[in-house]
């Protein structure tokens, strides 16, 4: 299926400094979700939403579901080095529709 | 709870040889079970989904194929594998509208 736009393609901050990034579509998805991969390991869920304009957090991460269904940003307060991986935003029409971007490489220097 | 097994973890294979890649579920019944490939630094692609038992949807065409013997079994073949095969497989399952990844097995075809 068509991947979402995810952006940026990559980041290196600073340990202590704010994250975001975001995901874009032309089509209209039902959910909203945020993984992050490690490398050499399958993606671990962080964040799901459900409906437009749902904001939800998850210790230090917070994302939030667009008002028009169609995008997501994803938010990382006071980064530390153990938030350095790939975060991978996903789509969801229904069970078995769904799209992903292609992802954000996180590199938090000391 | 719901657990997801994948193996092996890696694999190198020469070309031309088949491949079986295994992964099961537990503390579920009915999964919805997803193989998915991922190249270097992209996104996920689907590859084939299940519903059910001998229930087998392929999203791409390719030299591959999925069968799903058991209910909370999926595995992924192929009779003679290509240079282009090699990546990251993950196996996933569905639960809540939400999709649960393995660990992944790193596919080297040389």
């Known amino acids: 299926g068509q991947q979402l736009n995810q952006s940026p393609q990559s980041m290196f901050i600073q340990e202590g400094e704010d994250v975001s990034m975001n995901c874009t579509s032309s089509s209209i998805f039902n959910t909203w979700l945020w993984y992050k991969q490690d490398p050499g390991e399958g993606p671990v869920l962080l964040i799901a939403?459900?409906?437009?304009?749902e904001l939800t957090s998850n210790g230090r991460l917070t994302a939030q579901f667009g008002i028009t269904r169609k995008d997501s940003f994803l938010n990382i307060s006071a980064s530390i080095p153990s938030d350095v991986g790939i975060y991978f935003c996903a789509g969801q029409i229904n069970n078995n529709d769904m799209r992903f971007g292609a992802g954000t490489r996180l590199t938090v220097k000391p | 709870s719901q657990t997801i097994h994948q193996w092996p973890a890696t694999l190198v294979q020469p070309v031309g040889s088949p491949l079986s890649l295994e992964c099961t579920v537990e503390?579920?019944?009915?999964?919805?079970l997803y193989w998915y490939r991922q190249a270097a630094g992209r996104g996920l692609q689907l590859l084939f989904y299940s519903v059910g038992i001998g229930q087998i949807s392929s999203e791409v065409p390719q030299n591959l194929s999925a069968s799903r013997p058991q209910d909370r079994q999926f595995i992924l073949s192929s009779k003679k594998l290509l240079l282009s095969d090699s990546g990251f497989y993950l196996c996933a399952w569905n639960f809540a509208n939400i999709q649960y990844f393995g660990a992944g097995t790193r596919l080297s075809v040389l």
């Open positions: 939403l459900y409906k437009a304009g």
């Open positions: 503390g579920t019944s009915n999964p919805n």
